[in-house]
């Protein structure tokens, strides 16, 4: 009797652990869901947020004529936060023309390629990063999106690619091209951009003093294309969404709208 009351004792014990360790699976279970879920709805919500935030500082570009026309007079916006139910958002804007567009160098002459050497080779200098030669990577550039072009550079690297052949989207894309590092990257971030056309207005009062030293001498074309760079920063409690769009200003379309915050 008493060796049969043990084993029930046992048993029973072993059916109530089973339960509790159920249990406590199915809670654990539930928080995770509930969590994932509200994750979900956090960065839905914050999505369409950043899409209303988008175009309200589309609507206050379009009314104006072009960056003279600001609020501020520097490339790059003082934050400009406002809140939507409840939801702090903070958007920052970047004239473009304070940088360089690397899709000017697509078919571009020695001419246009010099200037682009000579911004490399100063940035070099003065950040003391070892740079690949400006001339060879503004030729490089021009071969990456030439679509006529193949170069055997890159067929021959482990794993084997090719070339873009295209016009670039990012300007983070010129890690692709041969002879670049991610050092050179970091320190030649700051200077360039990428948005459609093959022009490259630089805005000669707001830029850098190195941009406006390597551009002075460059004819600005009659009829200047404005891109802005948009970065919105939705914050819930700890949490923080971004959004990087890249805005045609006088004629307020979205070029390109990333999930991510913005390039340096």
């Given amino acids: 009797m008493q060796r049969q009351q043990g084993v029930a004792l046992v048993t029973a014990l072993l059916v109530v652990a089973l339960a509790v360790a159920a249990a406590v699976a199915m809670a654990m279970r539930s928080q995770t869901d509930i969590r994932r ?3 979900v709805f956090e960065r839905d919500l914050s999505r369409q947020i950043a899409l209303g935030g988008e175009k309200m500082i589309l609507q206050l570009l379009e009314r104006v004529e072009g960056p003279d026309e600001l609020l501020w007079d520097t490339c790059r916006s003082p934050s400009l936060p406002f809140s939507v139910d409840g939801v702090e ?3 920052t804007v970047e004239n473009m023309q304070c940088r360089y567009n690397l899709n000017a160098l697509a078919g571009a002459d020695e001419t246009e ?3 682009f050497a000579q911004l490399v080779d100063r940035v070099g200098t003065e950040s003391g990063v070892s740079m690949p030669s400006g001339a060879q990577l503004a030729l490089a550039v021009s071969d990456w999106m030439n679509p006529e072009t193949d170069d055997p550079t890159y067929r021959l690297e482990d794993p084997p ?11 983070s894309e010129l890690n692709s091209v041969v002879g ?3 050092e050179a990257w970091a320190a030649l971030a700051p200077y360039v951009t990428a948005y459609p056309g093959q022009e ?5 009062e707001r830029s850098s003093e190195l941009m406006q030293e390597v551009f002075r001498g460059r004819a600005a074309p009659g009829d200047a294309p404005w891109f802005m760079r948009l970065e919105l920063v939705a914050e819930f409690g ?5 959004q990087c769009s890249m805005l045609d200003a006088p004629n307020g379309v ?3 709208r990333e999930q991510t915050a913005c390039e340096p």
Wanted: hydrophobic share 45%; charged share 15%.
């Fill in 161 to 171: 690619r090719l070339s873009g052949n295209r016009p670039m989207l990012v300007a």
């Fill in 200 to 204: 490259s207005p630089i805005d000669l």
């Fill in 113 to 115: 390629q010099g200037y």
């Fill in 238 to 242: 700890e949490r923080r969404f971004f």
């Fill in 180 to 182: 670049m590092t991610s």
């Fill in 254 to 256: 979205v070029v390109l």
């Fill in 89 to 91: 958002i903070q958007a």
């Fill in 37 to 39: 879920t509200s994750a």
